[in-house]
C-alpha cells in the first residue's frame, strides 16, 4: 500500500483562498508603488486616465495588505486543515502572496532609489 494514498488532498476552499490572497496581494502591490508606477506606465506612453485610475490602490494600500495577509493564513489554514496535502497551484499561489506582500511592504522605502536605477530622477 501506498504511504501517499493515505494523505487527503485539500478542498477547493483553500485555492479560493489562496487565488483571493494573491489577487489583494496584486492590488496592495500596485497601491504600495504610488509613485515609481505610475511613472514607469507614463514613460511606457499608457494614458492617464488609466494611471489616474490606480489612485484608488494607493489610498487603500493598508487595507489590500491586511486583507492578503488574512486571506494567506486562511488559505495555509484550510490546505492543511485536518492533514490534507495542499495542491501545487495553491502552495505557489501563497508563495506568490506572501512575496507581493513583502514587496509591498518594503516598496516604498526604495521608490527613490528605483526612480534613480531606472533615471527617471
Do not use: H
Amino acid at each position: 500500500m501506498d504511504p501517499e494514498s493515505n494523505i487527503k488532498t485539500s478542498s477547493t476552499s483553500g485555492g479560493l483562498l489562496a487565488c483571493g490572497s494573491a489577487a489583494s496581494a496584486l492590488a496592495a502591490l500596485i497601491g504600495a508603488s504610488c509613485c515609481v508606477l505610475p511613472i514607469i506606465l507614463f514613460k511606457l506612453g499608457i494614458g492617464s486616465t488609466f494611471i489616474g485610475g490606480l489612485i484608488f490602490f494607493a489610498d487603500k494600500t493598508t487595507f489590500f495588505l491586511v486583507g492578503a495577509l488574512l486571506l494567506i493564513a486562511a488559505g495555509v489554514a484550510t490546505s492543511f486543515w485536518g492533514g490534507k496535502k495542499p495542491s501545487k497551484r495553491a502552495m505557489y499561489l501563497l508563495s506568490f502572496s506572501l512575496v507581493a506582500v513583502a514587496l509591498a511592504y518594503i516598496l516604498p522605502s526604495f521608490e527613490g532609489d528605483i526612480l534613480r536605477w531606472t533615471g527617471i530622477r
